[in-house]
């Protein structure tokens, strides 16, 4: 676990601890408001965010970024952060070795932030923070409370893009976030 941001950073610089190095533009670590009492935590960075280096900055996260924007809630007033810090190739979901390398980062940024409502966006984050009895269908806009944090799952937006018919069940999810912020 690393005691500081500046100490993570310097911890994954070089990171390669899964494969997933290999083929990596850039790290992405997370971004927005250390401080905040809200944080979202997604799959693992796609094309865009390989190489833009920040994390829900391609299509999927600029259907976030309408959401967050239509609910009130700006970018920076919230942590974001992924499972995984590479691209995973063809962005296929995290292998459960890369998901195991890649928590401590994870679990650091919690312990750093220390947030009061977790944000998790699909099934990975849901059973990377949560455990594998979880599944985003049965869970999905339910709070869950664990050691003092305030669990909200939802579907990961880029579902959404599939399956336009979601977007009702994210925004209602989002919407029951904003009321405890
Ligand atoms: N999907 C994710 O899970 N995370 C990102 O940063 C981008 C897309």
Known sequence: MFESFEELEKGIENCNKCKLCNNRNNIVIGCGNRE???MFIGEGPGADEDAQGE????????????????????????????????????????EPDEVN???DYLRSQVMLVKPEIIVLLGNVALKAILGNDYSITKSRG???EK???????????AALLRNEQ????????????KKYM
């Open 36 to 38: 905040a009492k809200v």
């Open 55 to 94: 994390p829900f900055v391609g299509k999927a996260g600029k259907l976030m970024n309408q959401a967050l924007k239509g609910l009130g809630i700006e970018r920076d007033e919230i942590y974001i952060a992924n499972v995984v810090k590479c691209r995973p190739p063809m962005n296929r979901n995290p």
């Open 101 to 103: 390398s890649c928590l």
């Open 142 to 144: 339910i709070w869950i």
């Open 147 to 157: 050691k003092g944090i305030r669990y909200m799952p939802t579907f990961h937006p």
């Open 166 to 177: 979601l977007k009702i069940n994210f925004w209602n999810d989002l919407k029951e976030v």
